[in-house]
């Protein structure tokens, strides 16, 4: 069984950053899809960020591109999203998800679009980011 805490939510002015942890406990193998979600009230939840822990190959959510990065440090069993360029529309609450995946990184990054898929869930940390 894992667990994943995450922590590192808080509130923020638009254009602020904000890094999330995730620390992974009890994985017994080094081949997960990681990836965070988030979803307000009323909404589904959303893909933001993944990675394949094997090679670090990344995808990420068009509205995310080019502000977020998600990266990991396997000896500690955590993964990171750094946000920058905060918006108001970032405003959610934060998941970690994790799944073993023994397959290739293309086919462990296409997670990203289905929930599902994971089969770990953290507990979610809140990102408020005012105008």
């Known amino acids: 069984q894992v667990q994943l805490v995450e922590s590192g939510g808080d509130s923020v002015q638009a254009g602020g950053s904000l890094r999330l942890s995730c620390a992974a406990w009890g994985a017994t193998s080094m081949k997960y899809t990681m990836g965070w979600f988030r979803q307000t009230p009323g909404k589904e939840r959303e893909g933001v960020a993944a990675i394949y822990t094997v090679g670090g190959k990344t995808n990420y959510a068009e509205s995310v591109k080019g502000r977020f990065t998600i990266s990991r440090d396997n000896a500690k069993n955590t993964v990171y999203l750094q946000m920058n360029s905060l918006k108001p529309e970032d405003t959610a609450m934060y998941y970690c998800?994790?799944?073993?995946?023994?397959?290739?990184?293309?086919?462990?990054?296409?997670?990203?679009?289905?929930?599902?898929?994971?089969?770990?869930w953290g507990q979610g940390t809140q990102v408020t980011v005012s105008s």
């Open positions: 998800a994790a799944t073993q995946y023994g397959g290739g990184w293309y086919e462990a990054l296409r997670f990203l679009y289905e929930a599902s898929r994971f089969r770990y």
